[in-house]
């Protein structure tokens, strides 16, 4: 799909590899709607991208009548839309048990869960109605492209990350599904798996941390650029016959034990 | 770890697979004690194998109270507990969007993932505790064991499965995390992604679908008989050195994608 | 890294796959050396591509002599090498044991594996040398960057393909223990597995056969354009953080037994 | 299959995982014809099981002739045959590029692939073919059962091990398209993943590297024992329903670059 003059939701698109995308996708001519709970963050990417191009809508990817209002939003200003990058989510750290006998608040592993998977479904069941019902194919080929992002934690998840790597491989497994399904309505649909980048999600560990996890990444032997993200959501629009894959994107990192 | 003696909990042991899984981890002198929402096939069962090696307890796996008042139960009965098979799940199958428009509800997604995926890591979390608490290893090096069970289509599933295969894979994804963290608690975890297995789940399928679905499977060119189900889950039990692995249990089936 | 100005030798690139990627690479201003067997084809894109930029060396991939040759002729036109796109390759279809009881000649097994994946290896070894010995690194982090390029038959081979699944699987295995080892000489490695592309490999079959090999394909529901390979190829060199990953480019194709 | 009063032939049955797998087997009942390039331990291994139910053949696996020939001592021996156990494997630790400049040698590369892989498969399409031929059907539904042997190193390779991965990645590739094949001679095939075990291949390491092995390996925190490898091979064949998987064996470790 070409990217000039189509409209892109990214959720999560106030912070980190969401908001990297969204200025990405921005600058190669999209209109971009955002959809995060960060309002101060989004009212910012709006002003930085410009209004008649940019629009943002708080909004709690887990709540059905939340998006629903959104996207209403959506379509009122821009008319149409051709694709979803789907960034928003959340991590958590939790032993199962920890060594003080601690058990792992189910809660909390629902809420990763809640937002990681089940939000990112809700999101795009919604606009693969509203894409499904828009006419005209828009290229020659495609009316559609999703794209969501999932962890290489989803597949060597370390000590801590049940909760996290359960909601991210949850959103590996359903690609090839909802890819099979996507064929008739003509969208194609790929996941991102990043491993680990620079963006506020991560920047809060010590110097120390950041070195070591510099150390254990391959090649090259630094985290990743949000741009070396929104980079690779560019190429997953633009080459058509890439559909229901996953994509690591880690400098050939592999997740040990620790 | 030995069989003889041990106390298993097995979650939908009223039904299908777990039923099976319950009857041959009995004869082979294990201790059952099924968690499950059908009381009337539970109670069938505990009178099949005897009351006084198996015990049935009324439980939705995804209600945190249940399934610790359950686990009360199960201590006071069978003093100490070895391990989990978790059968309890359910399947659905319902398009993201239907060609009438009909969208999928998220209440029937998060249905989904809220009993295979997260009532299965709140009843192993509850007993991993339980488990590290209980003082002596009961054989030479291991104190626990647990398996899941995912789905094959967990890795490809087909158009209807968004939501199945999304909570089978975010099984699926959770096992290595899990194994590396019950390694200090000496409890092993692993998952079998079953393919088609004569169950209650599939036996309500039309003869002509029974048929279609025998010949896409290679070899043995039939369904799953839960006694293979059954008899992969000793192995596991057993096998001291498998840990953190999906075992595809399919007659070499791959699904296609309808 | 950046394409403009770089030389990328390209094996296999007089016909299908290798081709293309010569054309697309070249129009973006890289220097272009082709390692193929087939002289006529080979000359031919020299005149197509201009042999200012081009060069075609008759070789074959398998024999170290014949590579070593290859490559100092390449080094004194073009005086640096800075990545290997891996196309020659060959295809096979023999069942082990058909049902007249013939046997898949061990030779047959032995050539396949020889080109597809020893081949492979023999090329990027010794370019892998030249690259390290090369002083300066050419962009600010990146020496060197290959592409090898495997099948989806590596994942799910059909039936005939044990051959051609095995030399395919095995440059998936290889991908990321190179991909580990090149990162001190700042190099990167990535493997492309196609579904099935519009080739002369593919293009003998009978009009019958394509039509049911597009209806295999959820979307876009025709082969693969070898242009979109080579556009994938453009992003693998010019994305930085993409290392050690196989990326499947099939358009949500999964081969069934047949 | 029953084991029971079944033949089984086992390359690499004179050392480490194959012996023991003869032992394992044997102990269960089963005639075992021992490939391997052994003599010495071979005629102990028929000393130690008894001559009448053991054979030993002294063949190297990647040729054709010797394999045949070897073939017919077994069918005058014990008449049928029933599976086989693809122990025979050489392995090798050898960086592309070393730092001093030394390139990883073709041959050494190729004599990896040659035994590993393609002597793999050379004893499969010879046994395929003999078992096709045998009239009736042993048990109720199956004729024969292979297994190979790949390594976790099929999927996460260490620096050094770019040949030993490629040939273990090759026989885990063609173990669904044999799978398939041999689905119409009612034979199944799968293969085991070890990770690393008490074996002579280990064993001539130091103290020091076997400690640190042994502690990257979650739990059990050892390596392998070849009874438990073993007692998997047993499983295989005996629970019919396995069929064109490849089971990781390994403690859940997984292999990080060094
Ligand atoms: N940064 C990494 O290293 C890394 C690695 C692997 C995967 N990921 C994944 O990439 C995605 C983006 O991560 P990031 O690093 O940019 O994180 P981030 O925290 O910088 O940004 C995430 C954004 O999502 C928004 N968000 C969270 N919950 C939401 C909800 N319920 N509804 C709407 N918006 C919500 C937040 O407000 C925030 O703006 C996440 O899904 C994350 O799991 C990140
Ligand atoms: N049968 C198959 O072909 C097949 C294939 C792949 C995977 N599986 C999986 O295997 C498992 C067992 O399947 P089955 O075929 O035996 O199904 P089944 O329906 O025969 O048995 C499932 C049992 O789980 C119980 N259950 C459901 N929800 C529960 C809850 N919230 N709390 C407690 N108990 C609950 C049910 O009462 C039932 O007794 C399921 O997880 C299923 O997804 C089955
Ligand atoms: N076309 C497809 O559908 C498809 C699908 C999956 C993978 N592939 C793979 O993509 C690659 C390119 O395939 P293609 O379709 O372009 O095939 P092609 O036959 O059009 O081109 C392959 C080229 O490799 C050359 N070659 C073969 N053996 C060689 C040797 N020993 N030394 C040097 N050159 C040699 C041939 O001369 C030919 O020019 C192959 O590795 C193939 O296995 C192709
Ligand atoms: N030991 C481990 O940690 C480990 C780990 C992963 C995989 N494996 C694999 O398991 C298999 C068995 O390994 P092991 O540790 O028992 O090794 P081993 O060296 O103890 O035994 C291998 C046997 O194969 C025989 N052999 C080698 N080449 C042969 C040939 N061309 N023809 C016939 N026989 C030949 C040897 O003579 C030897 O008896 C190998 O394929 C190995 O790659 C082993």
Redesign the interface.
């Known amino acids: 799909m070409k990217i000039n003059g189509k409209t892109f939701i990214v959720t999560g698109g106030a912070s980190g590899l969401g908001l990297e995308t969204s200025r990405h996708l921005s600058s190669l001519g999209a209109n971009i709607f955002i959809m995060d709970m960060n309002e101060e963050n989004g009212r910012k990417v709006v002003e930085e991208l410009g209004s008649d191009k940019t629009m943002f809508s708080s909004v709690d990817i887990t709540l ?1 009548d939340s998006v629903k209002l959104s996207l209403e939003h959506c379509l009122k200003k821009f008319k149409e839309i051709h694709g979803v990058i789907n960034c928003a989510g959340i991590a958590a750290a939790m ?3 920890k060594r003080d ?1 601690e ?2 608040p ?1 809660d909390l ?2 809420r990763v ?1 809640m937002v990681n ?2 939000g990112t ?2 999101v ?3 606009v ?2 509203i894409i ?2 828009q006419n005209k194919s828009n290229d020659e ?2 009316k559609g492209v999703f794209i969501m992002t999932a962890s290489i ?11 996290y ?10 690609t ?13 649909i790929n996941t991102i798996a990043p ?1 680990t980048f620079e963006t506020p999600m991560i920047g809060m560990l010590p110097q120390t941390a950041i070195k070591s996890i510099n150390d254990s990444i ?4 630094r985290m ?2 949000p741009k ?2 929104a ?2 959501c560019q ?1 997953l629009i ?8 996953v ?6 990192l ?5």
Chains 1, 2, 3, 4 share one sequence.
């Open positions: 059905e032993r199962v048990v006998g058990i792992h189910l592993f629902t869960v998977l089940i479904f809700n795009i069941r919604l693969a109605d499904n019902k080929e495609e934690a989803a597949f060597e998840g370390q000590v801590g990350q049940s909760a790597s359960a909601s991210k491989s949850g959103v590996v497994g359903m090839l599904p909802m890819a099979r399904e996507f064929a008739t309505l003509k969208i194609r491993g391959p090649f090259p032997s990743g650029k070396e993200y980079f690779l190429h633009e080459n058509t016959y890439i559909n229901g894959e994509i690591r994107l880690d400098g050939a592999r997740l040990s034990k620790l």
